[in-house]
């Protein structure tokens, strides 16, 4: 079974409005991370949040915040006033297990294109 | 945050040459390296794990003779392809684990592009 399915290939949203990136986890691990990077062209991938299994509250970075739904095992990444630089890949993430040394499963990705 | 550089950026080489490419956290240490590959437009997929001072874990069909991974110090980690062939005209990326971090504490790379002609 995929570790992170992301079911959205590719998204469009008007420029000042928000949009939701969904991403599902598989794992049986009590304990895991989640994570969201953003994938611009050139290619780096760019950290933008952190959802450690046993957080009680969903994480915030400025204009990102992640919907962690534990029962239903989502992680979806809310951007709000979503800005024209916002057009990139975004890839979900997960570490199994306490060890921050464990390796990632990344989901395949959702093209977010921002309309102005 | 912490730093992690590759390099080269891109490179372009005829088939049948070995490539190196080095990645350095530049301003921690990393015990743990990671290595991925991504094609275009498709997800990254773990190569292989570089431990400082072993030997490196390499995923299922990923060729330890072909993709050669050196982990000689707390800050570097190379992985040089060898013999390379077009089908391994791929983006590298690696990211790296800083020692005693907390659970966010992994950095990735800028990535490396190699075209194989």
């Known amino acids: 079974a995929q570790k992170i399915t992301q079911t959205q290939p590719g998204m469009f949203v008007q420029e000042k409005e928000a949009v939701t990136l969904d991403c599902t986890y598989d794992?049986?691990?009590?304990?895991?991370?989640l994570f969201w990077y953003k994938q611009p062209s050139s290619g780096e991938m760019i950290f933008l949040i952190y959802?450690?299994?046993?957080?009680?509250q969903n994480a915030t970075e400025g204009r990102y915040s992640l919907n962690f739904q534990k029962a239903r095992k989502s992680a979806n990444l809310v951007i709000s006033a979503s800005q024209l630089g916002d057009s990139a890949m975004y890839f979900c993430?997960?570490?199994?297990?306490?060890?921050?040394?464990?390796?990632?499963?990344f989901g395949t990705g959702t093209s977010l294109t921002v309309i102005p | 945050g912490a730093v992690v550089s590759q390099h080269p950026s891109w490179v372009i080489c005829k088939s049948g040459t070995s490539v190196k490419i080095e990645c350095r956290s530049l301003d921690f240490q990393a015990t743990t390296m990671f290595w991925y590959r991504q094609f275009p437009k498709q997800s990254l997929m773990l190569m292989a794990t570089s431990n400082e001072g072993s030997k490196a874990t390499y995923e299922q069909g990923v060729e330890k003779d072909k993709f050669l991974i050196n982990h000689a110090s707390l800050t570097l980690s190379t992985l040089t392809v060898t013999s390379a062939h077009p089908e391994d005209s791929s983006f590298y990326i690696c990211?790296?684990?800083?020692?005693?971090?907390?659970?966010?504490?992994?950095?990735f790379g800028p990535g490396t592009r190699l075209t194989v002609l």
């Open positions: 990211s790296a684990r800083r020692t005693g971090g907390l659970g966010n504490e992994q950095f």
């Open positions: 794992t049986s691990d009590p304990s895991y991370g």
């Open positions: 959802q450690g299994s046993y957080d009680q």
């Open positions: 993430a997960m570490r199994e297990g306490p060890n921050t040394g464990n390796q990632f499963y």
